[in-house]
């Protein structure tokens, strides 16, 4: 009888421990969009090209010329608890419109502001210069994001970093604390820096001991960065106005003095080296899946690459000029075009083995005024 009371004590005690947990649980203080209602993007599939793009305080969805954006009320999913109100909009004209939302946590007290923009799809102009001069600090305050604007003054985001993934180890403070920042003694003006950082011990705890710096046209999941780092980086987008010919610009590069591995072993004997390269590859216009850091070199949907072989360190400004070259026994096909069946992505980074968590931390790469020559129907 006595063991039975004791047993019927400890239970009522375990209990009331559990409900009190419960009840003490504090509300989430998390407010992010984590994507789109999936039924309601079935709906606008035909107007919708390609896949929204969602950022740390932004949504990005081109459509299609003709789109009436005015009418369009996206369903979003949210963190858990939250929720969001609409604030106002703004309608940019030819290239479409941009919406203003705040998302507010179920804990009552955070709350983030994003930008919803409904873009008209347009083309990288055939005569682009890529200079890294529009550029602003994320609203955290601490890395910085690039942006393209357009002929109608329009801001594209097509640019991403892996910023947002080292933003979660508390490491980096201010915009040149971070892996990829902008650096003033440009070619012309200003230029992108990529350094190969050091992640602490945050990092070495899940072998990924570095973070190279890193510049793509594409966008960043920081979602996926701790658990998935390689499906975190999703590169191209359907901006392709006709056969590439050549990728170009400038560059400089130092390497590190130590290459590890994963785990942070010295590699004796083994130097760094940067990454510069493009990438053109097949997409399905209708449900436009990106490469990714597991398959952007090897996905038998490449159809032409253009990559700096052997970049050594040039301590000077460097101009180079390199050859798209066709891949996977595929040819260019002009009606793949016009249905916008390619996609393309210029990639950058200060470790070329960056994504496997192998480089030397303090390699540091510039870059800038990239640009890529295309064969089209207006320079012929």
């Not at 507010?104 to 890294?132: M, P």
């Not at 040819?331 to 249905?339: C, E, G, I, N, S």
């Amino acid at each position: 009888m006595v063991r039975k009371n004791i047993f019927n004590a400890l239970l009522l005690v375990a209990l009331a421990t559990f409900a009190s947990c419960i009840r003490e649980e504090a509300p989430n203080a998390e407010c992010d969009i984590l994507g789109i209602d999936e039924g309601w993007l079935e709906l606008n599939r035909d107007i919708i090209t390609g896949t929204p793009v969602i950022g740390n305080h932004s949504v990005d969805i081109t459509v299609k010329e003709g789109t009436d954006c005015t009418s369009l009320e996206p369903l979003f999913i949210l963190t858990p608890g939250a929720h969001i109100t609409k604030d106002s909009i703004s309608d940019n004209g030819p290239s479409g419109i941009t919406q203003y939302y705040t998302t507010y946590a179920e804990d009552g007290i955070w709350r983030k502001k994003y930008t919803v923009s409904f873009t008209i799809q347009a083309l990288i102009n055939a005569s682009q210069v890529f200079s890294f001069e529009n550029f602003e600090v994320e609203s955290s305050g601490r890395y910085n994001v690039w942006f393209e604007v357009d002929g109608y003054g329009t801001r594209r985001n097509i640019w991403a970093s892996g910023n947002a993934g080292y933003a979660f180890l508390g490491i980096g403070k201010s915009p040149m604390d971070f892996p990829t920042a902008t650096d003033h003694a440009g070619v012309k003006g200003n230029c992108i820096r990529l350094t190969t950082k050091d992640t602490g011990s945050y990092g070495n705890l899940f072998n990924m001991p570095i973070a190279a710096g890193n510049i793509f046209i594409g966008e960043f999941h920081s979602a996926s960065a701790m658990g998935k780092p390689l499906k975190a980086t999703r590169f191209g987008l359907q901006l392709v106005p006709g056969k590439p010919l050549y990728l170009k610009g400038y560059y400089k590069y130092s390497s590190g003095d130590v290459f590890t591995d994963k785990h942070k072993n010295e590699i004796p004997g083994r130097t760094d080296e940067c990454a510069i390269y493009s990438v053109l590859y097949e997409v399905d216009p209708a449900n436009f899946e990106k490469l990714d850091g597991s398959n952007i070199t090897t996905s038998e949907r490449i159809v032409m690459m253009a990559e700096i072989e052997n970049p050594g360190t040039p301590g000077a400004w460097t101009e180079f000029r390199i050859p798209f070259k066709a891949m996977n026994g595929k040819d260019f096909d002009p009606h793949r075009l016009a249905t916008k069946g390619y996609a393309i992505t210029i990639v950058a980074s200060s470790s070329k083995d960056g994504a496997s968590f192998e480089g030397a931390v303090g390699s540091t790469l510039y870059i800038d005024e990239l640009a890529i020559e295309w064969e089209t129907e207006e320079l012929k």
